[in-house]
Every structure is written in C-alpha cells, then in structure tokens.
C-alpha cells in the first residue's frame, strides 16, 4: 500500500496541504476532485518528488519510481508520434508502441508530428508518452483535456487494467463517475474521504 501520513506544505503564509494523509490501493483509478487551488496537482508533485513539503511521510512509492502527466503536453515539434515513444521506452519494450497507440486510440498517427495532430490527440499523445515509462505510480494531471468524453471514458477504462495504480486529477463528472475510487478535496485538506 502506498501512503500519505500528515502531509503539510506551505507556499508562502499559504497552506496548501494540511497533515494531509491517503492511501493509494496497488491497482486501479483514483481520482482527485475539488476546486481550483485545492491542492490537487501539489499532491501530484509531492509524489513525483517535484514539491517538498515541510513535514509528513510518503512510503510505499519512491518519487523516481512514478510517471508525471503535466498539464502541458510538453510535445516536441520535430518528433513523431512513434519517436515520443520510443524515446522514453526501455530497448527492450519497443514493441510495446502498437499497445500504447491502441491504449489512447492513436493507431494510425505513427509517423505524424504534433503539429498535424488536434489539441486532443496531442493530449492523447502526451498521455502514451507518459505510460510509456516504467512506474509503479501514475500521476496524472488533468489527462483527459481537450478528449471527447466517450474517447476520455474509453481511455479511462483501459487504465484501470494497468499493471501500475493510477492517480489522476479531473473536473470532469463523468471522469470521476468512471474512476474506481473519488476522493475530494476543498483545500487544505487535514483528510478527505473516498466517495
């Protein structure tokens, strides 16, 4: 089990998280919901190792052991879509681009650039981007921007079969309807329960 004990972060006289605790379960989608300013993405970044909070304890999960959707898509222009993969992938898993492709229904964009690819599918493409490296946690910000819902749920159903839990921000009602777990938060949280 991955843990949150007493996570407190301040920016500034700001606090962000408030002895903030979570349990993460070893499989499966959780997602965080609540107001913009909540806390939500801070989480995401103490757990990738980006945000230091001032006191509290994370076991069970190392930050260089997750993988970090940014709200950016971070795509670069002269890559395609095949070569955002293999960039990141291990040399002996390549032959899992088809997979990744089919996993965010990219199938068909290999050799395309993002500049030929909509806002969605550079969404998309960030996302396989992301899941392609080796984690044993995936923290995902807002990874369904700019994906038609019924593509987003399709997406999302296909993550909960990954061999890796997923944590994954979103406002999207129908998202988190679809998510295994909800978990709410109004900042600074002391502790939020699952929904």
């Known amino acids: 089990m991955m843990r949150c004990d007493s996570l407190t972060l301040f920016y500034g006289n700001k606090a962000v998280l408030n002895r903030f605790s979570l349990e993460i379960p070893e499989c499966g989608v959780t997602a965080l919901s609540g107001p913009s300013g909540c806390g ?3 989480l995401l970044r103490v757990l990738a190792g980006l945000a230091q909070p001032q006191s509290g304890e994370i076991t069970g999960v190392a930050p260089q052991e997750t993988a970090f959707l940014f709200q950016e898509d ?3 222009p002269w890559r395609t879509v095949e070569q955002h993969l293999t960039d990141v992938l291990p040399k002996g898993e390549r032959d899992r681009v088809p997979a990744l492709l ?3 229904e990219l199938t068909g964009e290999e050799t395309s650039r993002p500049a030929a690819l909509s806002g969605g599918m550079g969404r998309r493409l960030a996302l396989a981007r992301c899941l392609a490296l080796p ?3 995936y923290l995902l910000d ?3 921007a700019g994906v038609d819902l019924p593509r987003a749920l399709r997406i999302l159903d296909r ?3 990954l061999p890796a839990p997923v ?9 988190l309807d679809g998510a295994d777990r909800v978990l709410k938060l109004d900042g600074p949280p002391l502790f939020a329960p699952f929904s």
């Open 142 to 144: 807002e990874p369904f």
């Open 74 to 76: 971070r795509l670069f």
């Open 167 to 175: 944590l994954l921000v979103s406002h999207e009602p129908a998202v």
């Open 40 to 42: 939500k993405t801070t």
């Open 135 to 137: 984690a044993r946690l």
């Open 102 to 104: 089919a996993l965010t």
């Open 159 to 161: 993550l909960k079969t």
